[in-house]
Nanobody
């Protein structure tokens, strides 16, 4: 059973930075994609950034390109999201998930259970 432990959220001002962490409950396969999704009240969960475990290729939503950076620690099965130049539109609950392609926010692994997420609030 896959689970992720998200942390690092908080309340900041526009222009500030935050670093989110996500510890996986197991060892990812090279074919797995691990990444971040976010969801606000009344909105669907959306893709933010992802990394393919084998090879480390990264992917970003257009709205965060140039501001967010995803990285991983292969030894601890941890994924990080460095968020710079935050703006109020980034305010959401951020989740970490695992899947086999970039659709993991809607279709993660069958054995994956969503965590509580970590809240990010950006004030103007």
């Amino acid at each position: 059973q896959w689970q992720m432990d998200e942390s690092g959220g908080g309340s900041v001002q526009a222009g500030d930075s935050l670093r989110l962490s996500c510890a996986a409950s197991g060892r990812p396969y090279s074919s797995h994609v691990l990444g971040w999704c976010r969801q606000g009240p009344g909105k669907e969960r959306e893709f933010v950034a992802a990394i393919r475990w084998g090879g480390g290729r990264t992917y970003y939503a257009d709205s965060v390109k140039g501001r967010f950076t995803i990285s991983r620690d292969s030894a601890t099965y941890t994924v990080f999201l460095q968020m710079n130049n935050l703006n109020p539109a980034d305010t959401d609950l951020y989740y970490c998930a695992v899947g086999t392609d970039l659709g993991y926010c809607q279709q993660p692994l069958r054995t994956f259970t969503w965590g509580q997420g970590t809240p990010v609030t950006v004030s103007s």
